[in-house]
């Protein structure tokens, strides 16, 4: 007998009777990997996959892999022999349950091979505590390939109670159902129409609970923070998509004013004299005047960012944005400066505040 090469040989952990030649990722189903085969020792019927059931259940056992360059003389001094095909789908490699055990590369061409499994001591195996580092393994395995067509699997010798357990178990498995016929052009058509619908729905459902249960118009859901005042009060939003222009300005300046108040920007006489400007409808790059010196001078202060009010600009940087904010398109500005008082306030405050604004503006209700 001419070994071509010795790919592994030691001792090899398994987990739950179970170790692996893997080249591509195996779905973790036994059954998945004997349907239509023989033999219940070494599952190949999962594409790049073999599942070889070992004795012992947990602990290390002896393994050797050799690839040959033909088929191998059979050692008849195996207890247990079985024979079945296999073709990696990529690098192959031994591996443990989980791979926490480790992984032996095996160096295997992508072509067709014939593989032979063989094990000695299995019902030993099956009924012994794990052997410990210092003591020999109980069961051991050779796992052979050289090149070969396709062919079934077959079992060539069975001595012990537990792989005849496992013939027996693996090949009465219900054969694998047959691949479906191809669809044709005005199948697949209808089919591909049928997923977009279910997607469309999925979508719609997410969408109608995300907003409290009814969808706003176009309009609320191309601003960037009408979604933020869902949870405070859902139907403000359509109040606000039909109030007029006039309205939702007069809201955008109550709410910077609010959020001014509420991070005592507003006892500042510049940030209270922009405040008036604003309400005027200065232009708004005429409207903040704050004293040079102010910038940079008057440490660190809450200021309003895209996700609420953080620590880190100065005070006049953050009064420019709140009031920068009732400039912007009407609907807008309603929405954005809203919600940056609310992030003033405290998000527990919310609720509160937007009965206050409903309160200043009957005409929402």
Known sequence: MSIMRVAMSGRAWVSYGQIYVESTPFSGVMED????????????????????????????????????????????????????SYRPAGEAMLITWGGDGGWW????????????????GMDAGHQANPPSDDEPVVDRYLLQFWPAAPAADRVVKVTSANATYWHDAMSNLPPPLPPPPP???EQFAAAQAEQDERMAEQIRRQQLASWGGSLPSDRIRGTRTAFHLVKFDRPLLDDLDRADDATLIAVARWSARQACAAAELDRM????????????????????????????????????????????????IQAFLVIHRTYDEPLTAALSTLWMAIGAYGEWRGAELIAKLREAFPQLG
């Open 183 to 185: 669809l044709t052009a």
């Open 269 to 316: 006489d510049w940030v209270a004299d922009a405040l008036d400007r604003m309400d005027q409808g200065v232009d708004q790059s005429e409207i903040i005047q704050p004293p040079p010196e102010t910038f940079g001078t008057e440490g660190k202060f809450a200021v309003f960012s895209s996700t609420g009010w953080d620590a880190g600009n100065s005070k006049p």
């Open 105 to 120: 590369p095996l160096e295997l061409a992508e072509a067709d091979y014939r593989v032979r499994y063989c094990g000695w």
């Open 33 to 84: 990997s004997f349907r239509g085969q023989r033999n219940g020792l070494c599952g190949a019927a999962s594409a790049g996959v073999l599942f070889l059931v070992t004795g012992l259940h947990t602990g290390e056992v002896g393994f050797t892999v050799e690839v040959h360059g033909t088929a191998p003389p059979l050692d008849d001094s195996w207890e247990e022999i079985v024979e079945a």
